[in-house]
């Protein structure tokens, strides 16, 4: 850890569970489905969860124009972004050492409105982090719905990796308790695709939904 | 949707996928491995993944005393707790209706520190939370441990759940698209328990455990 980490950012507890990596944050934000954008307006703290994309060092938001945190965040106002990955529960010998294995990230940044080619990459990015392929097969956006949508990046200025994995660490003496302890791995996994009943519901299912079937 | 919700909690955006029901929050609350707390110190927003679980109508947050979040939270200053269930990636037919089918409650209360009893029975629920029986099993706090924790109990004073189910809703000209649409589902699901090598190893598994089996 180093001393240049500024104190927002920097992890008072259990540090040598933190990365300060570019690389490790970029890893969670690229696996992760969803994020959690916390922003402050007037006293009252917010938290909404969001699907995101990565583009270079930036967190790529969208949604509709009229929405709250959007609009907020194209003002520049300090926004942290948390994204978590769950591996695992930890289950130790004694209540005190139970944990979860997990990575996290979180990141300090604010947030600017793109506009033409830089916005459209931007939706381009969303729907890719989503399900790479669909972009090119699935109906672009139309000028009417471009314009109703909101695309914000929000730079990566400070960001915190924290992560556990491997097994419980029990107390010494307790490793000889007749507890069972170990791990119960956590997965989210893609279920097998199901076609909407409307029409055209003879497709075929695209190659790039061929691995989740 | 009332006119009594205050401004704060009010879906501004679809509100008919919205609810305010107890129960709906609870439900939400209780199927959730971990939540989001949000919270402000300074200027700067916070954004942090914990545990949590559920006592009446209070969520309870626990963890080592030195935590920034739960010396925050003790103050009784504004928190807001978000909770995300991810069922599905929504496949339109259009890109502009892609969606995420989910079931989210985004909470406004404020923490009050709990002590004696009353702790002891948070950090039983945040145990039996993760894990329905694992709190009679493993070895119980210490009073060392015990006092180490800092357990908070957070009032719901408002909530407001937000959830989409169901196919994509495309553009009526778009049904005709040859596009396939339809739902990826997304489950988080527990994998077989793994031991942990240490001693004691050949413990057998605990019944609580045999159906993650």
């Known amino acids: 850890m180093s001393s240049t980490?500024?104190?927002?950012?920097?992890?008072?507890?259990?540090?040598?569970?933190?990365?300060?990596?570019?690389?490790?944050?970029?890893?969670?934000?690229?696996e992760a489905p969803i994020c959690h954008v916390g922003f402050q307006v007037g006293s009252q703290p917010f938290v909404i969860p969001t699907i995101h994309a990565r583009m270079g060092n930036e967190v790529i938001l969208?949604?509709?124009k009229a929405s709250r945190l959007l609009k907020h965040a194209a003002t520049g106002a300090p926004l942290t972004i948390a994204v978590t990955l769950l591996d695992a529960l930890v289950l130790a010998r004694?209540?005190?050492?139970?944990?979860?294995?997990?990575r996290s990230a979180v990141i300090f940044g604010t947030g600017r409105l793109l506009e033409g080619d830089e916005k459209m990459e931007g939706m381009r990015a969303v729907s890719e982090h989503l399900l790479a392929g669909r972009w090119?097969?699935?109906?672009?956006?139309?000028?009417?719905?471009?314009?109703?949508?909101?695309?914000?990046a929000v730079?990566?200025?400070e960001a915190t990796c924290k992560s556990r994995s491997g097994p419980p660490g029990d107390e010494e003496e307790d490793?000889?308790?007749p507890v069972w302890a170990g791990l119960l791995p956590l997965q989210q996994v893609w279920g097998p695709?199901?076609?909407?009943?409307?029409?055209h519901a003879d497709v075929?299912?695209?190659?790039?939904?061929?691995?989740?079937?």
Not at 8 to 13: A, G, I, N, T, V
Not at 142 to 147: D, I, L, R
């Open 5 to 30: 980490i500024p104190d927002r950012s920097r992890l008072k507890r259990i540090p040598d569970r933190a990365s300060y990596e570019p690389a490790d944050v970029h890893a969670i934000l690229d």
């Open 62 to 64: 969208h949604g509709a």
């Open 94 to 102: 004694s209540v005190f050492h139970h944990s979860m294995n997990y």
């Open 136 to 152: 090119d097969d699935a109906r672009g956006p139309s000028k009417k719905e471009f314009n109703a949508t909101s695309v914000i």
């Open 155 to 157: 730079s990566i200025d």
């Open 175 to 177: 490793y000889a308790l």
């Open 193 to 199: 695709p199901e076609a909407d009943p409307g029409r």
């Open 204 to 213: 075929d299912l695209p190659d790039y939904l061929k691995d989740h079937a």
